[in-house]
């Protein structure tokens, strides 16, 4: 069965250090998206992506944030400088369509920031 | 999307159905309820969704009340793997999709006993 990759699994990094988190998305699915979950808090949604470009941000995805599709297979989220409250798991899901279509998500990353 | 309320927590034999209710009283004709759940900080997996009719898969039924103001989730027999956070959800249909972003409740922690 077709699965959502994500690496690595663990991303320990210094403060200020930039990190770009990596997804493999099921292989016909056209949306993409980034989530993130805080340690003991809900899952949170960061940013849609579509044709290339972002369909919706929250206000979490600021300036530090950015994502790429920079071939056909991977899609990334980007942090330039990464802060103390920038841990979490940070998963990414896709989907076929838009709308009601069935998202489903990676196995995350846990991103570490020291 | 309308709101959902869910108990915080709910204990399950094991070998026994699992119950789970979620109530969205707000939910209005083009929305769907949508059921993940994650296992321990993994990603949230997709169990199930429906919009008025009730619904079965292989791994669950989602049973939605006549006025649609309520759900319920029922795992048939219930394993310990399936000890996890169960998030009710609700998504609106197309094209008024907003961007088709999941909104994570607290959701409920289901804990399966031997």
């Known amino acids: 069965e077709p699965e959502v990759t994500q690496t690595p699994s663990h991303q320990v990094t210094q403060m200020g250090q930039e990190v770009i988190l990596r997804c493999v998305p099921i292989?016909?699915?056209?949306?993409f998206y980034w989530y993130r979950q805080i340690l003991g808090q809900k899952v949170e949604f960061l940013v849609s992506?579509?044709?290339?470009?972002?369909?919706?941000k929250s206000e979490i995805f600021d300036d530090q944030f950015s994502v790429e599709r920079p071939d056909g297979s991977n899609f990334t989220l980007k942090i330039r400088s990464t802060k103390l409250e920038d841990s979490a798991m940070y998963f990414c899901a896709s989907s076929v369509r838009v709308g009601t279509d069935t998202q489903y998500f990676g196995p995350g990353t846990r991103l570490t920031v020291l | 999307d309308a709101k959902t309320t869910q108990p915080p927590s709910m204990d399950c034999a094991e070998g026994r159905a699992a119950n789970l209710p979620c109530n969205h009283s707000?939910?209005?004709?083009?929305?769907?309820v949508y059921w993940y759940r994650q296992i321990h900080s993994q990603g949230p997996q997709y169990i199930i969704h429906?919009?008025?009719n009730n619904e079965t898969n292989e791994m669950a039924s989602l049973i939605i009340t006549e006025d649609r103001k309520s759900s319920t989730l029922i795992l048939p027999h219930a394993t310990l793997r399936d000890t996890a956070v169960y998030y009710c959800i609700v998504r609106v249909a197309p094209p008024k999709a907003a961007g088709n972003k999941l909104t994570f409740g607290g959701g409920t922690r289901v804990l399966v006993k031997p």
């Open positions: 707000t939910i209005s004709g083009n929305e769907y």
């Open positions: 992506f579509y044709n290339n470009e972002i369909s919706e």
């Open positions: 292989s016909n699915h056209l949306y």
């Open positions: 429906g919009l008025k």
